[in-house]
């Protein structure tokens, strides 16, 4: 246990009183050096002396994706000379925002990713390939190789795509670890079985995922974690994080969820009223972030569903931990009476053999309700008869079936892969445009 931050085996009411002290720290940070902050305490009359306690949080509005767009040079709280790197988010669901860090800032992504690795089983004797970029102001890989810098690990940095430099970087270098994106997984097998690469017996024998989920909402493997399990004898961990929360869950070996960090953030889990969901139960996640120098975050609502569970897990941590993401509340779709978020739906392509490429639009229909049509790339020699055997797995999945559209792999893939983009782009929300 001593490789591990004890707080995180704490008994629940110490863990809650731990965090209600850096909650302090963190409110009378914001109220001296915050311009957004100083505001909204002014024009909500809040005095940040009267709230100590977690449940008191509810006194304080929620901090939203458009006030980070609007007012994002209001959020810093630092001269700009103590800022040593910026950073912007993906932009998935909207304008890309733009995070100030310090160096005590880059200290602390270190720390988040030395403690989430160790919990992912990762130490100072493995090599980990990166399979993520680090340039174009990307937090994660920047993140990622901190974190196995502080943790002592052995890192090569690859970046993203390219099968065949992946490939002749392990077999060059014996990396016992990969981090990356899971459906890229299937693209170096898929690549290594047509290129005679016997990858079974390759130096790697875990993968830490980023990204995309590895399992269902009861924590056993999804259609994606078996795909690849039934080709390759590696263990598998799932994380989730933003750049946003500046904060990492990952699993441990048992894989029951994302383990939540105590010391680094606070977490809420509320429905569409703003009301606490109870452990178990799906909410929107709402984060706080704590020791952040440069733009910590007060009440920050994610956008990300998912559920809390708080039973102690079998690796000894009392902190809880967080479900798979079951989607995110602004790509809900309403479809012929189900409600869908676009995971469950790549999750059945992603699992489809014949299918080489894909991206999911939503459209506001002739009469006012959800339009799901999906492009469909196709492996060669693949018949189009296929279509029906389409529908029936989405039928199968998750109750119905979109409109499916044949298109060439090439035309899908620009969409896929547009030059200014960090991450695939797999699904397009054109609804009330």
């Known amino acids: ?29 914001l109220a001296e050096h915050s311009p957004f902050y100083k505001r909204m305490f002014k024009e909500n009359n809040i005095d940040v002396k009267k709230i100590n ?16 767009q609007l007012y994002n040079d209001d959020f810093l709280c630092v001269d700009k000379e103590e800022i040593v790197d910026y950073i912007t988010t993906s932009g998935t669901l909207g304008d890309p925002v733009t995070f100030a860090m310090t160096d005590h800032d880059l200290d602390r992504l270190a720390y988040n990713e030395q403690i989430s690795f160790t919990c992912a089983g990762i130490g100072k004797k493995d090599i980990v390939q990166l399979m993520t970029t680090i340039d174009k102001r990307f937090m994660a890989g920047l993140a990622y190789f901190l974190g196995l810098r502080k943790l002592g690990a052995g890192v090569i940095r690859v970046g993203n795509g390219i099968p ?117 139960e799906v909410g929107e996640l709402v984060v706080t972030t704590l020791g952040v120098e440069g733009m910590p975050l007060l009440r920050f609502k994610t956008g990300d569903l998912a559920s809390c569970h708080t039973e102690k897990c079998k690796c000894g941590r009392t902190s809880f931990r967080i479900s798979p993401i079951m989607g995110r509340l602004n790509q809900m779709i309403k479809y012929k009476g189900t409600t869908l978020y676009p995971p469950a739906i790549f999750d059945v392509l992603d699992n489809t053999p014949y ?68 991450k695939p782009i797999k699904f397009i929300d054109e609804r009330g445009k």
């Open 355 to 422: 299918v080489e490429n894909y991206v999911v639009r939503v459209k506001t229909g002739i009469s006012g309700t959800d339009q799901v049509i999906v492009e469909v790339g196709l492996k060669p020699e693949t018949s189009m008869e296929v279509l029906k055997d389409l529908k029936d797995r989405f039928r199968a999945k998750i109750r119905v079936a979109p409109e499916i559209e044949i298109c060439p792999i090439d035309l899908i893939r620009k969409i896929n892969f547009p030059d200014m983009s960090r």
């Open 53 to 68: 306690k977690l449940e008191d949080l509810k006194q304080i509005p929620f901090t939203q994706k458009k006030d980070l």
């Open 164 to 280: 065949e430099l992946q490939w002749d970087t392990i077999n060059r270098m014996k990396p016992n670890a990969i981090m990356c994106v899971p459906s890229f997984i299937l693209k170096i097998i898929d690549y290594a079985e047509k290129n005679g690469i016997d990858y079974k017996k390759s130096s790697i024998k875990k993968i830490v995922c980023i990204g995309e989920s590895l399992r269902e909402p009861d924590f056993t493997p999804n259609l994606l974690a078996n795909q690849i399990l039934k080709k390759w004898d590696v263990k598998l961990y799932s994380t989730y994080a933003s750049t946003e929360m500046s904060t990492t869950f990952a699993e441990c070996d048992y894989g029951c969820g994302g383990h939540h960090h105590p010391e680094l953030i606070i977490c809420e889990f509320i429905d569409e009223k703003g009301n606490e969901v109870k452990p178990g």
């Open 1 to 29: 246990m001593s490789n591990f931050p004890e707080i995180e085996f704490a008994d629940i009411k110490e863990i809650k009183a731990f965090q209600e002290q850096k909650l302090r720290v963190a409110l009378d940070y």
